[in-house]
């Protein structure tokens, strides 16, 4: 059985197209932060709006923010505590950050359905985003079943989660995580 992946409930989704993720591994108190720019959908603005290209600065350190709206990208950190292990990971192959035939992506509603258009597919995804205020496909998963907690021996509460970058991506084994977000970069 292949491992399962599961998205978070978050508003943000990893920006697919901006390779800014930064870790730091973990410290005394065993915590580990990543941080990366973060796409957040805008109510008022219909699905074509998140195609249009703009270009993005290399992000400037963290600075929380009191809150996120008001921006579509700006930064975004997370914090995993009890944190294990953390691993960046060159992308897989050109197009595709993991090798995804490995995972059960069956928990994201983001796959193209049987007899569905491109067009409508991507239509789907940005209604439900902003209908739930959750992005259906955030970047972001927490890996059940998973091959690399077993190798490990399934350490006491600690869980594994997958974040994928543009470049790379990053596996962390943590107990727990929360996020904050940050400034805006655009």
């Not at 074509?48 to 930064?75: K, M, N, Q």
């Not at 897989?92 to 059960?104: C, L, P, S, T």
């Not at 992005?135 to 594994?160: F, I, K, N, Q, T």
């Amino acid at each position: 059985m292949k491992p399962r992946l599961r998205p978070p409930t978050v508003p943000w989704k990893v920006s697919p197209s901006v390779p800014h993720i930064g870790v730091t591994q973990p410290d005394v108190d065993r915590s580990a932060y990543v941080t990366f720019i973060g796409f957040f959908k805008t109510a008022g603005l219909d699905a074509a709006a998140d195609s249009v290209a703009a270009t993005i600065p290399a992000p400037e350190d963290f600075v929380e923010a009191s809150d996120w709206h008001g921006s579509r990208h700006r930064l975004v950190q997370l914090e995993f505590s009890n944190c294990l292990r953390v691993r960046q990971t060159p992308a897989f192959a050109d197009a595709e950050v993991v090798e995804e035939e490995a995972y059960d992506w069956s928990l994201v509603p983001s796959n193209m359905r049987e007899d569905e258009t491109a067009e409508a597919c991507v239509q789907r995804i940005h209604d439900l985003w902003l209908s739930t205020g959750a992005c259906p496909d955030p970047g972001m998963y927490e890996v059940e079943g998973s091959l690399w907690l077993a190798a490990l021996g399934h350490p006491c509460d600690a869980r594994h989660f997958l974040l994928l970058g543009h470049d790379d991506y990053l596996d962390v084994i943590a107990s727990s995580w929360k996020w904050r977000p940050g400034q805006a970069v655009l």
